[in-house]
């Protein structure tokens, strides 16, 4: 458990960053907020782009591969957003990567 806690707050800043090469028809399916929402200030990285002020930490699937990725937002209108998805429905959000 302590393991599962502990990899939940490992820097990733891009799910390809992995070494993962996914196929060119690829999607990510966010299937739910695991943590946050952060503000900029609270996570304390300098590598964080002007603009963006918020982030959550979100359970995605890219081709059967489930991972752990942030998302930034510049505000907390698209926090809420994605917050209110995920309490309604079950369904994930998709993302078209191409």
């Known amino acids: 458990?302590?393991?599962?806690?502990?990899?939940?707050?490992?820097r990733q800043k891009d799910p390809f960053d992995w070494g993962y090469t996914p196929?060119?028809?690829?999607?990510i399916n966010v299937w739910g907020i695991e943590s946050g929402p952060f503000h900029r200030d609270?996570?304390?990285?300098?590598?964080?782009?002007e603009g963006l002020e918020y982030m959550l930490l979100c359970k995605i699937e890219i081709d059967?591969?489930?991972?752990y990725n942030e998302?930034?937002?510049?505000?907390?209108?698209?926090?809420?957003?994605?917050?209110?998805?995920?309490?309604k429905k079950i369904e994930p959000l998709v993302i078209n990567y191409d």
Do not use: A, C
């Open 23 to 27: 196929s060119t028809d690829s999607k």
């Open 1 to 10: 458990m302590l393991r599962w806690i502990k990899n939940l707050f490992v």
């Open 71 to 87: 998302y930034w937002f510049s505000d907390m209108d698209g926090v809420e957003k994605w917050q209110d998805h995920f309490r």
């Open 64 to 67: 059967g591969q489930i991972l």
């Open 42 to 49: 609270e996570v304390g990285d300098p590598e964080v782009p």
